[in-house]
DNA sequence: AATTGTTATTTGTATAGACAATTATACTAA
DNA sequence: TTAGTATAATTGTCTATACAAATAACAATT
């Protein structure tokens, strides 16, 4: 029976929950005609008001409509809802580093379905990703590609569930939260970093400097990187070539961090920078300090931004595929979107070595492949 | 009296619209108890049924409340509605020339109001601007900040027109439409390049390259600029020097014309670029046939990007307050967004000379003021 | 002072029946 | 063939009535 008369919960309810039952096992399909309410009179034994009721409901929900003379029929709700949904991108600032081409990415993804995108800046701060958080959630986003603050592992847990506990479904992009399972699309920074610093290594280069920052995952991979790149070459890992820092990318702190450097030159005849950004600022505190890239001190970076902008460096460095990692990003934040309930997916795209002019190779000590 | 039964109009609609009207003219206000049912029926003479087939309507609107044993209530529509609003930002790409910093500046304004931004990549193509427009739409954007397509004037003004036809208003964005009299926000770019030429001018410089667009309004009033700077200073206009072409910002292009303008080297001594991505693609072809810049040719561009990026070239150029115009737009727009009706504005931002080196004064040629 | 019970008020759910409006379809007339 | 017309099916609007459920406010009890 279709509805229980000593029940509780009202009677239009139980058919409103039936009818959605039928409609979710397929009983019904897409433009499918439901029993007209004369026949669902019949059905339940129910009046003809309260089968409207239960009717209208649905129609104001959005499953049915009704057609005069017709009949009430099905709404193919993938196509109505699918299509036209907004999706939010937490990344650190739109203005600087990857942030554009990967917002591009995502957005020409988003485009084809025509799909839209939220855009919110969180400077890399965990309050301000909680604010924008809310926000995207009372803009009923369907679903968030969310670049990891520069906060701890905990407090990018929290913005990822005050998602997922709104079945708001969540992808990471580029950063990860160590120790929890969560979709994600990034490179492996590990072997990104590990083959760059054994280029230089190939290229006679043995005291390598490092600087970057601790605060990100994938930043910390890459020093690992580097540190195994060096072991497996048989060279002592220097600690006072390896100068991290725990703050946010800032122009003052790397200028610091590269006078220091240059104040111990003889040390070392190379420098990884932790990514573009630093390797940029580091050449232009060396044209100050008079020092040559790559003739006095070879310099690599990391991301490959841009590099048609400020060619006059040349930079060699590991490129990452930013912008496909946008799209990947929002393919996956889709195939969640459309009720992809499989376990959390890594996706690792790859990265590859540029070889430009920043290298000097050391003579007679480059290694043949 | 408030129902008329003879009318054709249904009397449950007839009373929902009574009651929306008290609503807005304030009979009833935010908080306040509309009439209980009972009040209505002997009100109306209306049925109870049909008493709440209207009430229920403007509850699943928002308008109303239901409060068990209390009564109905007037929701806050302001409170709920003017914040949380969304608004669509059409660009050409927010990898490019100055669209970052534009989509930080209304993006951090927006964050005041607890607003969002839609982002949508137009690639400065009419038929891409077309497609996100009717997406904006559909996702109901309040508002929205366009920055005109390379398109002519006509069709920029139908993407105009397919919002303010939905009573969405538009602010433009840096670039005018034209003949159409829209909210606008840019900068005074005859005055610029005005300023920007007749400084070349004071520094000794008679002969001055310029190559840009022609495609964007900007452009062409800074070549208007150019041209008044020259004749004001009793210099002859040589179309020579004028390279204009009519297509989007491509390397392919502008390198070419680089090269066109080297081989007549002779013929000038400073190059003025349309915009700053001009000036860097010029200076690494200069670069790449060994003319220095600023020792053989001056260079000046428009814009002033992200210097820090490629300070190896040390541009001189005009700054374009870019993040203040992104504030500006979103003030604006929220302005119309809060129902201001009063006649299009232009809001006309202060732009400043930025001196470099990148403009070689020409001994004993230096002008006084 | 705190708890429990009662009452009146108001919205919530439900029935049975009537007529109106709309429109696909079939039929009819030009 | 086309245009108009009747008809039947179906949803749309409306009335009158009844009882249920929730709860603020008050009263009674402990």
């Known amino acids: 029976m279709i509805i229980d008369r000593n029940s ?17 096992q397929g009983v019904f399909k897409a433009n499918d005609k439901i029993p007209t309410e004369a026949e669902l009179v019949q059905m339940t034994g129910l009046a003809r008001a309260t089968i409207r009721q239960a009717v209208q409901n649905l129609v104001n929900l959005g499953y049915l409509v009704r057609k005069r003379k017709l009949g009430t029929f ?28 990967l917002a591009r990415g995502a957005e020409d993804e ?72 969560i979709d994600l699309v990034t490179t492996d920074n590990f072997k990104g970093a590990y083959t760059l610093t054994e280029n230089l290594i190939k290229q006679g280069h043995k005291k390598i400097a490092i600087t ?19 072991s497996d070459n048989g060279i002592k890992i220097d600690s006072n070539l390896i100068m991290t820092h725990d703050g946010l990318y800032a122009e003052k702190y790397y200028t610091e961090i590269a006078h220091k ?3 111990q030159k003889k040390k070392f005849t190379a420098i990884f920078a932790g990514h573009d950004r630093i390797a940029y600022l580091i050449n232009s ?36 595929p930013i912008y496909e990692m946008g799209i990947e990003s929002m393919k996956l934040i889709n195939s ?34």
């Open 285 to 320: 505190v060396a044209m100050d300090l008079g020092i040559g890239i790559p003739d006095d001190i070879s310099l690599v970076g990391y991301d490959d931004l841009n590099p048609s902008y400020h060619n006059q460096l040349d930079l060699s460095t590991m490129h990452q």
């Open 336 to 369: 969640r979107i459309r009720g992809d309930k499989s376990k959390a997916k890594s996706i690792v795209l790859e990265s590859h070595l540029v070889e430009r002019s920043s290298v000097f190779p050391i003579k007679g000590e480059v290694k043949k492949e």
């Open 261 to 263: 450097l240059f104040k």
């Open 74 to 101: 099905v709404l193919d709700k993938a196509e109505e809802s699918e299509n036209q949904t907004i999706v939010g991108m937490l990344l650190p600032d739109i203005r600087a580093g990857y942030a554009p081409e």
């Open 212 to 230: 970057l920052s601790t605060l990100f995952s994938t930043e910390r991979q890459r020093l690992e990187g580097y540190k195994q790149a060096l």
């Open 110 to 181: 988003a485009s084809k379905n025509k799909q839209s995108i939220i855009l919110c800046n969180t400077d890399d701060l965990f309050l301000k990703a909680e604010f924008h958080a809310d926000r995207l959630i009372d803009n009923n986003v369907a679903g968030v590609i969310f670049v990891p603050t520069a906060a701890s592992d905990e407090k990018n847990k929290y913005i990822v569930e005050k998602f997922t506990n709104k079945n708001i479904p969540v992808v990471l992009a580029d950063r990860e939260i160590p120790g929890h399972s």
């Open 8 to 24: 509780p919960i009202p009677q239009y309810f139980q058919l409103q929950r039936w009818l959605v039952e039928q409609l979710e």
